[in-house]
């Protein structure tokens, strides 16, 4: 039973203690080929606005699957306002951004699409459906939406200005990160990271000219585009983020 | 010409200004058939030791290449002084944590032995090859040592307690990461990534009772052991290692 009380599905129905919901059709077939779950027992079942609830399979077959929501285990929590800017990799790094990502706290995934796009990468249902995976493995409560991908002069344009984008650029210095995201620690922000061969000069101009984007500096050695975006999550989590005044402080 | 000087090898044999230099049979092979290059073209080499020189080859065939060190591009630089420990993953998410933690600067690599490591994804030279590599693609002069496997238990045993032992313990709070690292900064240091399975017991009470031993935290959600890594290296390079002092300060 310990096992089986392991599995934790993330749904898009709502979740009303004592109550029942049914499952998507993905999460039967998982339940039932993949996990050998039978009636009867639990599993837990979560999303952003009820929260994670214990929950007992009543009816368990391939295409459906229905639960009855005995016990609620965690209330919805506030979540990070940190938004992921980037450029669609390789498939096996984007992969891993993606569920990086969503480990590290980020609320909204962006795909840009740049002029060194290889727009062929921009798989968007595929991406949304490893981050309610990502999800449910790191014990979120909320899945990052990940939106359809998007030109980043066009969206430069329709940006609002009290969102911060920080962007480790590589042509230039840029401030210190850590010092960069604790002064703007509080606010909502976002986070660049650039297609392999860099933005155009067209695209760079336009960055230059943003008030809200600010250069930040990940240090002297060249970071390739994920290990960038992982590390400057992770340094933005720690400084402003939930990192922060959860540890124990000295 | 421009493609060619891109091309950046690692050489642990000694590099004099106006010298020669053989290089290594591997190194041969990847000149001459995978990047058909001939002799009189330019190519960069690095060690440690000496620093990062443009060369000349004058001898180039798959089994042997000799160049002249035509010009000093880089000096020897300071090193950050921080290990990391883990416990081997699977292949792709060790090769991953090989490759990042190079890029992020760490200056040894100890794969360790735990009850619950298989050790028979211990490969340490497949792990110093892919540490050379990393090396070559992200501009470091250094190549961090990758050491025989140890059983961690032994080597917590011969640990000088100079250097700080950081882990990322999930079984506890401990202190903010960034906070931990910031007030460490100029010792040596070392990050502990344990295996997928946690800790035994007895590793835990042991770990518990080193005094050199510092547990972090790394906030809410559960991150996977490659993440752990990853991010605990990041966070130690803005908040107590070289990424500091290299961006601007406001």
Request: with cysteine; hydrophobic share 40%.
């Amino acid at each position: 039973m310990d096992e089986i009380r392991r599995i934790r599905l993330f749904t898009d129905k709502k979740l009303i203690l004592g109550g029942k919901a049914e499952l998507s059709e993905k999460a039967s077939h998982y339940l039932c080929n993949v996990m050998r779950c039978n009636a009867g027992e639990k599993i837990r079942c979560f999303n952003e606005t009820d929260g994670e609830f214990l929950c007992r399979i009543e009816v368990s077959d391939k295409k459906k699957t229905i639960v009855r929501i005995e016990e609620l285990l965690r209330l919805r929590e506030k979540d990070n306002d940190i938004w992921l800017l980037f450029a669609p990799l390789k498939k096996d790094q984007t992969d891993f951004v993606i569920a990086k990502a969503v480990e590290l706290g980020v609320s909204k995934i962006i795909p840009i699409i740049t002029e060194r796009t290889n727009s062929e990468r921009v798989k968007v249902e595929r991406f949304a459906a490893q981050a309610v995976e990502a999800a449910e493995q790191c014990g979120r409560l909320s899945v990052p939406e990940v939106v359809s991908p998007v030109k980043l002069i066009e969206f430069l344009g329709a940006w609002n200005p009290e969102r911060l984008l920080f962007f480790a650029d590589e042509r230039r210095r840029g401030k210190e990160a850590a010092d960069a995201f604790r002064q703007s620690a509080g606010n909502p922000a976002a986070i660049l990271v650039g297609p392999e061969g860099g933005f155009s000069d067209e695209e760079a101009a336009r960055l230059d000219k943003c008030l809200f984007v600010k250069n930040i500096n990940l240090g002297p050695r060249i970071l390739r585009a994920e290990t960038a975006a992982v590390a400057s999550l992770s340094v933005w989590q720690a400084s402003a983020g939930d990192w922060r005044n959860y540890g124990e402080r000295t």
